[in-house]
């Protein structure tokens, strides 16, 4: 298949487009590198240096291409900065997806993958609800939570109005090798990072709070089955397992065999507290199931850092 990955220079991404291109799938990138990063991209592979905000660029790029698939992994993904800048935020994931969409529209794109969160669209629920599935209310908290599920109602009356495809994927909190540790989320990569140049690992709150972290090749996993499945569904992709700040501490030190220092900070403004996917959905339909538990995918992360 023809592969358009938007986001492709990114972590995710990144691990998307060598997976599309193990299995013998022609890919391109589409990425404007801000938080991305060029070597990341196989040599030889077409990257388009491009704005998604650009709506003539962004054309530009699926003209040349002509993907039959566009996997849209390219976002503004930073909660904190989501809440500083709402507006900046908007205009990358709700304003740069329309363009993404109208180009794909105009192109005759097939079908669209879309990267959504499932750890940030839910809110807060209520912990007695935990594992929450796709059909829990959506009370997000953050304006990252409501820009990245308003381009799933875009994506529902693209396909309703122009025949056009979509998958969703809304990933709890995805962690492994290649994640940027000097963003402000991503506690995995931040930790070890901080363990490997000896500097404390601050946690916001006592550290009880929790998430259900999936390692990234099992999101590639199901980036690789919604090629051929899941059309017009939405899916969590997580473990359904809770996992506290203080058990991802533990994890490091199994993973690295010494001790870990933390300090604590108050908690920040726009986290959830507990957060849980049920994702059997993703297993029904696209006989998905992440493979990979907390401590395993810690030590490979770790193995991947250290190395
Ligand atoms: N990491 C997680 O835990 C997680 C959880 C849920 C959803 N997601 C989603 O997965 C996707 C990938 O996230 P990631 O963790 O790999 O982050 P990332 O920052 O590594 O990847 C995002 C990519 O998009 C590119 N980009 C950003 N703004 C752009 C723009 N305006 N135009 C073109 N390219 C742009 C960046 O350069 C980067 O390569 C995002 O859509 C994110 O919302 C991530």
Not at 35 to 53: H, K, N, S
Not at 128 to 146: M, R, T
Not at 150 to 171: D, I, K, P
Request: aromatic share 8%.
């Amino acid at each position: 298949m023809n592969i358009l990955v938007t986001g492709g220079a990114g972590f995710i991404g990144s691990h998307i487009v060598d997976a599309y291109l193990a299995r013998g799938h022609q890919v391109s990138v589409l990425d404007n590198l801000s938080t991305g990063r060029r070597e990341f991209v196989p040599a030889g592979i077409p990257l388009y240096q491009v704005d998604l905000r650009d709506a003539e660029a962004v054309n530009a790029v699926l003209a040349a291409v002509r993907p039959e698939i566009v996997n849209h992994h390219a976002a503004q993904i930073n909660v904190v900065t989501s809440l500083r800048d709402p507006a900046l935020d908007a205009q990358t994931n709700v304003l740069g997806s329309i363009n993404l969409l109208q180009a794909c529209v105009a192109y005759g794109v097939r079908k669209i993958i879309y990267a959504s969160t499932g750890g940030a669209v839910y809110g807060n629920p209520d912990p007695a609800d935990l594992p929450v599935g796709e059909d829990y209310p959506l009370y997000p908290i953050s304006p990252y939570g409501i820009s990245k599920h308003t381009v799933e109602h875009y994506l529902f009356q693209t396909a309703a109005n122009y025949g056009l495809s979509y998958t969703t994927l809304r990933y709890s909190n995805v962690y492994g090798p290649r994640q940027n540790p000097h963003g402000e989320s991503g506690v995995v990569a931040i930790f070890t990072d901080c363990l490997l140049r000896g500097e404390p690992c601050i946690i916001f709150g006592d550290g009880t709070q929790t998430r259900d972290f999936v390692y990234v090749g099992d999101v590639v996993a199901a980036n690789v089955a919604a090629l051929e499945r899941g059309d017009n569904g939405v899916y969590n992709i997580g473990t359904g397992v809770e996992t506290s700040v203080l058990e991802v501490v533990a994890a490091l030190e199994a993973a690295a065999g010494r001790p870990v220092a933390v300090e604590y900070a108050p908690p920040r403004v726009g986290e959830v507290y507990r957060i849980c996917l049920d994702c059997s959905r993703a297993e029904r339909e696209l006989g998905w199931r992440a493979q990979v538990d907390i401590r395993e995918g810690v030590r490979r992360t770790w193995a991947s850092f250290a190395a």
